[in-house]
């Protein structure tokens, strides 16, 4: 967990410091790239250490908060994408955000199913 916390203080740094130190209109694709993988890997690290602490009474916590807080990064980074080059409307911002949340509920069904599977 602590590995976890610094990797995610790392990204924000890093994110922090191409924001103030480059101007978008005037950057390369390479710092826009670094920028936008600064921004998933921070989002991924928030993500898991909020679901992680969110998740208290669940017993496979560190595997569903990891996977919760990748799918929200992935969600975020992709409709920041779309906005960026103007493709972001409201609707398909809801069918994303539906289809992320149908593909957490598919995936935690499969997992809690081979779980107790496993445990009897």
């Given at each position: 967990?602590?590995?976890?916390?610094?990797?995610?203080i790392?990204?924000?740094?890093?994110?922090?410091?191409?924001?103030?130190?480059?101007?978008?209109?005037?950057?390369?694709?390479?710092?826009?790239?670094?920028?936008?993988?600064?921004?998933?890997a921070?989002?991924?690290?928030?993500?898991?250490?909020?679901?992680?602490?969110?998740?208290i009474?669940?017993?496979?916590?560190w595997n569903?908060?990891?996977?919760?807080?990748?799918?929200?990064?992935?969600?975020?980074?992709?409709?920041i994408?779309?906005?960026?080059?103007?493709?972001?409307?409201?609707?398909?911002?809801?069918?994303?955000g539906?289809?992320?949340?149908v593909f957490?509920?598919?995936?935690?069904?499969?997992?809690?199913?081979?779980n107790?599977?496993?445990?009897e």
């Amino acid at each position: 967990m602590v590995l976890l916390v610094f990797i995610t203080i790392l990204a924000g740094t890093s994110m922090a410091m191409i924001s103030f130190s480059f101007d978008p209109y005037k950057t390369t694709d390479g710092i826009k790239m670094l920028f936008f993988l600064s921004l998933f890997a921070f989002m991924w690290g928030a993500g898991t250490i909020a679901f992680f602490i969110l998740n208290i009474a669940n017993s496979d916590r560190w595997n569903d908060s990891f996977r919760r807080g990748l799918l929200l990064s992935v969600l975020f980074v992709i409709l920041i994408f779309f906005k960026r080059h103007d493709v972001l409307s409201w609707y398909l911002g809801s069918i994303f955000g539906g289809l992320f949340t149908v593909f957490e509920i598919w995936m935690y069904k499969r997992i809690s199913k081979r779980n107790n599977v496993l445990s009897e």
